[in-house]
């Protein structure tokens, strides 16, 4: 079975499993998902509801015990390690609570650092880098290292990183985790504005003052999908 063309992200009858037997765990039982393209999404749910094992395999980290995963109309959850890291590095874009960024290299290094897995020039790598950080409010900030940086800032190193190869999704993993209400909105208006010019966003977040700034809100529990169409009004009538 092949996606719509406007479906970005489709997870059918997926399970993983942990353990066997008497120590089995069900992270997610029979979760299936669709996102199309352009949608700005977050993902939600108690700890241990299954939200990060999920996000997980949507960023082609971990695999499924079974079922099907399609990403950008390509069956990514049975084909080798190798193809699978590359679709990874071309296709998806990852920002996490923590930034992640080298200590020992510029802001316009760090965000190089992706293109040279995709065998990009050093020129397009520099241009583009510099296209990005521009992108996120950054361009006075080229040549600093991250301990010059704010939190903030980092942040905003961390998703030009992100951008840089031109992904078809955006993943954010709780992407304001560590960092103030102030910062926390200026890096979700930067998420918006993506969102906008047609990048595909996926978010998980436990703190419903964010998802509320979301298109669509699924909520997971015990390794399902209880609700997969939320509207951010929807949190306000929900236990959160």
Known sequence: MTNDKSTIIRLENIFKVYGSRETEVKALNDVNLTIHEGEYCSIMGPSGSGKSTAMNI?????????????????????????????????????????????????????????????????????????????????????NNKPNQLSGGQQQRVAIARAIVNRPVVLLADEPTGALDSRTTQEVLDIFSELNASGITVVMVTHEPEVARQTQRIVWFRDGEVIHSHMTPNDLTHLAV
């Open 58 to 142: 949507i960023g082609c980290l971990d695999r499924p015990t079974s079922g099907h995963y399609y990403l950008d109309n390509l069956d990514v959850a049975q084909i080798d390690d190798q193809a699978l890291a590359h679709i990874r590095n071309k296709k998806l874009g990852f920002v996490f609570q923590q930034f992640h960024l080298l200590a020992q290299l510029t802001a316009l290094e760090n965000v190089m650092l992706p293109m040279a897995y995709a065998n990009v020039n050093p020129t397009e790598r520099r241009d583009r880098a510099t296209e990005a950080l521009i992108r996120v409010g950054l361009e006075k900030r080229l």
